[in-house]
């Protein structure tokens, strides 16, 4: 069965170091999400991003945050300057190839900023 | 998106069936009704959806009342395995549907 995959499992970083967070999406998947979860908290909504653009953002993605498709298989988050509060789950997510399909989540990367 | 509501947290023997409720007395008529669990800050995992009438996958069923103000996953036949957070979760399927997560229900699968 088709997965989500992310990579690295457990990135740790210094603060104000630049983090990628890199996904490879369902084959064929057009629509593509992250979402964070600090610990013991709930999954929130960063950014979707469909058609080489992004669709919608929350507050919480600000200019720190950017999103890439750089090749047809990836999908990045970057993070700028690393804060300590910046530490969580992060996980991608990708949708098929109409608006209707069902949204599919990777297993995570933990990020840890010391 | 409409707003759900589901119990802080639930036991189910293992073995029987677990039956996890959801109110959505907002929901609006081209909305779905999803369930996502999540094992232990693993990645969210899509269980089933339906809009109208109840559906049967797999892994569970899902009943939807007729004024569709509720419903109800089952689990037929509960394993340790199945111990994880599970989300209702409205969506209007015609949008980019940012998932939106709530606290959902806490399932204690018991020996």
């Known amino acids: 069965e088709p997965e989500v995959t992310q990579t690295p499992s457990h990135q740790v970083t210094q603060m104000g170091q630049e983090v990628i967070l890199r996904c490879v999406p369902i084959s064929n998947h057009l629509y593509f999400y992250w979402y964070r979860q600090i610990l013991g908290q709930k999954v929130e909504f960063l950014v979707s991003f469909y058609n080489n653009e992004i669709s919608e953002k929350s507050e919480i993605f600000d200019d720190q945050f950017s999103v890439e498709r750089p090749d047809g298989s990836n999908f990045t988050l970057k993070i700028r300057s690393t804060k300590l509060e910046d530490s969580a789950m992060y996980f991608c997510?990708?949708?098929?190839?109409?608006?209707?399909?069902?949204?599919?989540f990777g297993p995570g990367t933990r990020l840890t900023v010391l | 998106d409409a707003k759900t509501t589901q119990p802080t947290s639930m036991d189910c023997a293992e073995g029987r069936a677990a039956n996890l409720p959801c109110n959505h007395s907002t929901i609006s008529g081209n909305e779905y009704v999803y369930w996502y669990r999540q094992i232990h800050s693993q990645g969210p995992q899509y269980i089933i959806h339906g809009l109208k009438n109840n559906e049967t996958n797999e892994m569970a069923s899902l009943i939807i009342t007729e004024d569709r103000k509720s419903s109800t996953l089952i689990l037929p036949h509960a394993t340790l395995r199945d111990t994880a957070v599970y989300y209702c979760i409205v969506l209007m399927k015609t949008s980019y549907d940012k998932v939106i997560f709530g606290p959902g229900t806490s399932l204690s699968v018991i020996p």
């Open positions: 997510a990708s949708k098929g190839q109409v608006r209707s399909d069902t949204q599919y």
